[in-house]
């Protein structure tokens, strides 16, 4: 199974872009990776995700390197309520044919006043 | 809509007793999952559905039953409780039958098992 390795915390600057970056150097070819954060004690909410090329929707823009093995989530112009954890995750097939989500630890993204 | 309800939102437990997490989704997702996170942890993968009548195991599976009768409730239940299942679960759903994909969450339920 591909796995994914974040820094254990980040700060931005209110305003400032973050740039949350996450290391899957084992992903294979049809693995997509899949970014999702956890504010305080509250159940994970999806932010993106994508296979090879850059995507961009209303919440984020996640930037994947040409040969896959690392990615970085980019939050335009952090505000306060973007301080979360923010997990980066490689989808991955079970035994049992399907696929799931498994969550490491993530990154605690601090953004200051 | 609205989305996935966990219930109860706190439970209480003595060792060995058994007790039901609820979950329920209006959405007609076909997959459904229950999570455990423990304390500066992430989430563990405890049970999961592909659909109606599909259940399997995930990566803490023990002590843990679940059942998928219905499109839009997935049940985990604790047979007889230990305090090593003191946790916040989270229930989450996803429209794929082949899987995890967009998920959508609940808000937790947490346990506490003395």
């Known amino acids: 199974d591909a796995k994914t390795t974040q820094p254990p915390s980040m700060d931005c600057a209110e305003g400032r872009a973050a740039n949350l970056p996450c290391n899957h150097s084992?992903?294979?070819?049809?693995?997509?990776v899949y970014w999702y954060r956890q504010i305080h004690s509250q159940g994970p909410q999806y932010i993106i995700h994508?296979?090879?090329n850059n995507e961009t929707n209303e919440m984020a823009s996640l930037i994947i390197t040409e040969d896959r093995k690392s990615s970085t989530l980019i939050l335009p112009h952090a505000t306060l309520r973007d301080t979360a954890v923010y997990y980066c995750?490689?989808?991955?097939?079970?035994?049992?044919?399907?696929?799931?989500?498994?969550f490491g630890k993530g990154t605690k993204l601090s953004v200051i006043p | 809509n609205a989305g996935v309800t966990q219930t109860p939102k706190f439970q209480v437990l003595k060792t060995g007793q058994s007790m039901t997490l609820q979950c329920a989704q209006d959405?007609?997702?076909?997959?459904m999952s229950w999570y455990r996170q423990d304390p500066g942890m992430g989430l563990r993968l405890i049970h999961y559905?592909?659909?109606?009548?599909?259940?399997d195991q995930g990566e803490v599976p023990n002590g843990y039953n679940v059942s998928r009768s219905t499109t839009e409730d997935f049940p985990l239940r604790l047979l007889s409780a230990a305090p090593s299942q003191t946790s916040v679960y989270f229930c989450?759903?996803?429209?794929?039958?082949?899987?995890?994909?967009?998920?959508?969450f609940g808000a937790g339920s947490r346990l506490t098992v003395l």
């Open positions: 995750i490689v989808r991955v097939r079970s035994g049992a044919g399907s696929y799931q989500l498994t």
């Open positions: 989450a759903s996803s429209p794929a039958r082949s899987g995890a994909n967009v998920l959508t």
């Open positions: 959405m007609n997702h076909e997959y």
């Open positions: 559905s592909v659909g109606a009548g599909i259940t």
């Open positions: 994508g296979l090879k």
């Open positions: 084992t992903i294979s070819g049809n693995e997509y």
